[in-house]
């Protein structure tokens, strides 16, 4: 079992900016894909960022050049989000893939309101 706990989500301002985190533990073999998702309420969950085989990076439109993804050497994820916009309000999902099984995180909440 792989076990995945997020952290880091809260409440900002607009312009602002959050670090969420994501640490992987037990029974990982090999992770093909790590990263965020999200869900706003009433609409359907949406990828974020994906770190794909260790290296590659994939974003959603939306969030382009405002928001980060990287991973330490540790199986823990990161999301540098910046100029955050009340469009950003949502549960944000860790998502790890590994040998063709998904395992996901419990998701934080992030709200940007003034």
């Known amino acids: 079992q792989v076990q995945l706990v997020e952290s880091g989500g809260g409440l900002v301002q607009p312009g602002g900016s959050l670090r969420l985190s994501c640490a992987a533990s037990g029974s990982i073999f090999s992770i093909n894909v790590m990263g965020w998702y999200r869900q706003a309420s009433g609409k359907e969950r949406e990828m974020v960022a994906l770190?794909?085989?260790?290296?590659?990076t994939n974003y959603a439109d939306s969030v382009k050049g405002r928001f980060t993804i990287f991973r330490d050497v540790k199986n823990t994820v990161f999301l540098q989000m910046n100029s955050l916009e009340p469009e950003d309000t949502a549960v944000y999902y860790c998502?790890?893939?590994?040998?063709?099984?998904?395992?996901w995180g419990q998701g934080t909440q992030v709200t940007v309101s003034s």
């Open positions: 770190i794909i085989n260790g290296d590659r």
């Open positions: 998502s790890l893939v590994g040998r063709g099984v998904s395992y």
